[in-house]
């Protein structure tokens, strides 16, 4: 699908990109527009110091995907860096110290902070014009500042350093830019207006807060801090830039601190916003949602979906929304007789089962593909309903010498005479050096499970036998049976063969 | 508004948080013809500084100290005349259209229309 993509201003006007920028691809799971979409961009990268991006991708895609979700979700993600060099390495008031000349004006102690690492005046533009170009199905743009001092940012687009705890910090601020999580701190600072977050509220009535399904019902609310209660789901004050009033779910989460476990809550919510953009499901035949049968075949239904490294995602099948027991694969194979004539629906429901949610009233986690399929001349799937449309087992309406029975294990409508080509004939079967094996084959339109179907072979019509010394089965398939004498011709008086069906 | 060609997925249940932007295309008959809600693009977020062991707060503002900049990617809808930008202010989006969702931030004409 193409789009179009519009690019709303806010007061900065956007400055053209003048340097040469390459994509490389890091790691590819699958298409873009069903993955997610992880790109890099390098900055305060001189040309000399370039070829160290890769590796300072690397690192930070290696620690990304040593985390929960990101470790079994891996292959729901696709990773890009898009390199491009600034006339000089190092951020604005950096380790080195000063003004920098680079490429997207990255600086700390952004607001007096020093930690806070932004990207500056033309920098916000230049890198979504890289991402327009390079891959405009970006979900999470994060530039790396070649500068070994501690800083990072979220927004738009999240900002890292090459410190040694830039990894980390990469995660944290795409909690922020990617899965809309709050900081889960509890320094006042003025100037900042709290709300309600998937990881903070207001909310102090235990059955009210958004994260209730989290919290053991033995845990007081609110929730000490204490070290008892460092490991379990609270209510714990102090959130989102206050220290009153404002809670969170952990005691200290990556939201909070780095080096830190990533949160219960937080982890769920970064698996809700991975499936907020992409299905579980990739790809399904018939690709149209409407299937018409004007004969007899056998249907067949399938899925492609996405998978984690612990297989929590499922599929179950549905017929007429009655659930197949059993049919829980990516194929679903079904003969038309057994929809029957008229309107049907199959339907596939795929659900990511992951104990790593708890909350999912969108119901993300979960997608059904559905097909309407419109059925004729399609006959009853089973005996009992075979009697029921065309009488009893020895009725012969179309007088053609075939019973109804026959042509039940045959698959050919009793109202009408049996065609040439839907007739059992008889054929000899080439053996070793002369010999010749009488040989009776069977054409049907399906395997019947309700009645026996078994050929046999006699040399005076009276006694007739099958099985191992008497028969042999050349082909067994559902549409056609093939079984030989176990002996040649020329043995013995004639030789005959019988299609033998027998109802319970 | 710029053009661009990519292999871009339908959009599933978008999130919807106070704070966050949303943004949709409406048409000349006032009819809502794309939306789409981003992460607040001026809420800063630093992370606190690891090496110091008992940081102390600090007085701080949050929010840029200069205009940001934020793209919103939409399907080719020929009949937009115009994108209005909101702060979400509500939880859960609302059921009905009636329903405030937030401050308007901005209403700008689509070129061209």
């Given at each position: 699908m193409n789009a179009r993509l519009l690019l709303l201003t806010l007061l900065v006007a956007a400055q053209s990109a003048r340097a040469q920028a390459t994509l490389h691809t890091v790691e590819s799971n699958g298409p873009r527009d069903k993955r997610i979409n992880i790109v890099f961009l390098s900055e305060a990268y001189s040309a000399a110091d370039l070829p160290n991006f890769a590796s300072h991708v690397d690192t930070a895609v290696t620690y990304l995907f040593s985390r929960e979700p990101w470790s079994q979700y891996r292959s729901f993600c696709n990773v890009f860096r898009i390199e491009i060099?600034?006339?000089?390495?190092?951020?604005?008031?950096?380790?080195?110290?000063?003004?920098?000349?680079?490429?997207?004006?990255?600086?700390?102690?952004?607001?007096s902070i020093p930690q806070l690492l932004t990207i500056g005046g033309a920098g916000p533009s230049r890198a979504f014009t890289l991402l327009n170009q390079h891959v405009p199905e970006y979900d999470i743009p994060v530039v790396i500042v070649n500068d070994t001092k501690y800083g990072g940012s979220g927004g738009s687009i999240a900002v890292a350093s090459v410190h040694s705890l830039s990894a980390r910090v990469v995660e944290h601020e795409i909690g922020h830019s990617f899965a809309g999580l709050a900081d889960e701190y509890d320094q006042d600072y003025a100037g900042f207006f709290p709300s309600e977050k998937p990881n903070t509220t207001a909310q102090t009535v235990r059955s009210l807060i958004r994260w209730n399904a989290w919290i053991d019902a033995t845990t007081p609310v609110a929730t000490p801090e204490e070290p008892e209660y460092d490991s379990i789901l609270g209510l714990f004050e102090g959130s989102m830039y206050r220290t009153e009033d404002w809670y969170r779910p952990h005691n200290n989460s990556l939201m909070r601190s780095l080096n830190r476990p990533v949160g219960n809550v937080n982890r769920e919510q970064f698996l809700l916003s991975i499936y907020s953009r992409i299905d579980p499901v990739d790809s399904w035949t018939p690709i149209g949602p409407l299937v018409e049968v004007g004969d007899f075949q056998r249907l067949v239904f399938g899925l492609a979906s996405k998978q984690s490294t612990t297989a929590s995602v499922q599929t179950q099948w549905y017929v007429d929304e009655q659930l197949v027991p059993g049919a829980t694969g990516t194929t679903f194979e079904i003969v038309s007789d057994a929809l029957g004539n008229g309107s049907h629906s199959v339907r596939?429901?795929?659900?990511?089962?992951?104990?790593?949610?708890?909350?999912?009233p969108s119901q993300l986690l979960r997608q059904n593909v559905s097909w309407s399929v419109t059925l004729t001349n399609q006959l009853p799937a089973t005996l009992a309903a075979w009697r029921a449309a065309f009488g009893s087992d020895t009725a012969n309406p179309a007088r053609d010498g075939y019973v109804n029975l026959a042509k039940y294990a045959l698959g050919t409508d009793p109202a009408h005479p049996i065609a040439m080509s839907r007739q059992p004939f008889a054929s000899f079967t080439p053996g070793s050096g002369t010999d010749r094996y009488l040989t009776l084959s069977v054409p049907r339109r399906t395997r019947r499970s309700d009645v026996g179907s078994r050929v046999e072979i006699s040399d005076d019509l009276a006694t007739w036998t099958s099985g191992p010394g008497h028969t042999v089965t050349l082909e067994d398939r559902d549409d056609l049976l093939v079984v030989r004498d176990a002996n040649p011709i020329g043995i013995g008086p004639n030789r005959s063969m019988r299609l033998r069906v027998q109802a319970p | 508004m710029e053009e661009v060609r990519g292999v871009f997925r339908r959009e599933r249940t978008p999130l919807w948080q106070a704070g966050m932007l949303y943004c949709r295309l409406v048409a000349s008959d006032g009819r809502v013809v794309g939306e789409r809600t981003i992460p607040a693009p001026d809420h800063v977020c630093f992370v606190l500084d690891p090496n110091v062991s008992t940081e102390a707060p600090v007085v701080a503002r949050l929010t840029p100290d200069a205009p940001v900049l934020f793209q919103v990617r939409f399907?080719?809808?020929?009949?937009?005349?115009?994108?209005?930008?909101?702060?979400?202010?509500?939880?859960?989006?609302?059921?009905?259209?009636?329903?405030?969702?937030g401050?308007?931030?901005?209403?700008?004409?689509?070129?061209?229309?």
């Open positions: 060099a600034s006339n000089q390495s190092g951020a604005d008031n950096g380790i080195a110290g000063g003004s920098r000349d680079t490429y997207f004006h990255s600086g700390f102690n952004t607001a596939a429901q795929t659900a990511d089962g992951t104990p790593f949610v708890r909350n999912d | 399907d080719g809808i020929a009949e937009a005349v115009r994108l209005d930008v909101h702060r979400i202010s509500t939880d859960t989006r609302p059921a009905d259209s009636a329903t405030p969702i401050p308007l931030l901005g209403s700008i004409a689509i070129p061209g229309k």
